[in-house]
Nanobody, 121 residues
């Protein structure tokens, strides 16, 4: 069974950091385009950051550029989202998604269950 599991969310103060993990089972993440998405209460889901498979091209939402970094660890079959200088507006449920063919899309085939990130003083 193909599965994605996010972890690493939590409560953090503004300016703090978290590292989200997206671990895969049943398939090799390195063969897939990976995206991190988030959805805040009352808002639509938005793309946060993505990383391509062969070319490793990365993409970031403008509001997280310079603060978030997406990386792969193939040995652990995991993709990370390092989030620094967190702001109140980063509060959301964060999801990772994987697709072998589409890049950075809501149409990605596989989705995790999400992990809550709350930025609050």
């Amino acid at each position: 069974q193909l599965q994605l599991v996010e972890s690493g969310g939590g409560l953090v103060q503004p300016g703090g950091s978290l590292r989200l993990s997206c671990a895969a089972s049943g398939f090799t993440l390195d063969d897939y385009n990976i995206g991190w998405f988030r959805q805040a209460p009352g808002k639509e889901r938005e793309r946060v950051s993505c990383i391509g498979t062969f070319d490793r091209i990365t993409w970031y939402l403008d509001s997280v550029k310079g603060r978030f970094t997406i990386t792969r660890n193939n040995a652990k079959n995991t993709v990370y989202l390092q989030m620094n200088s967190l702001k109140l507006e980063d509060t959301a449920v964060y999801y990772c998604a994987a697709d072998k063919y589409v890049y950075c899309s809501d149409a990605s085939r596989y989705w995790g269950q999400g992990t809550q990130v709350t930025v609050s003083s």
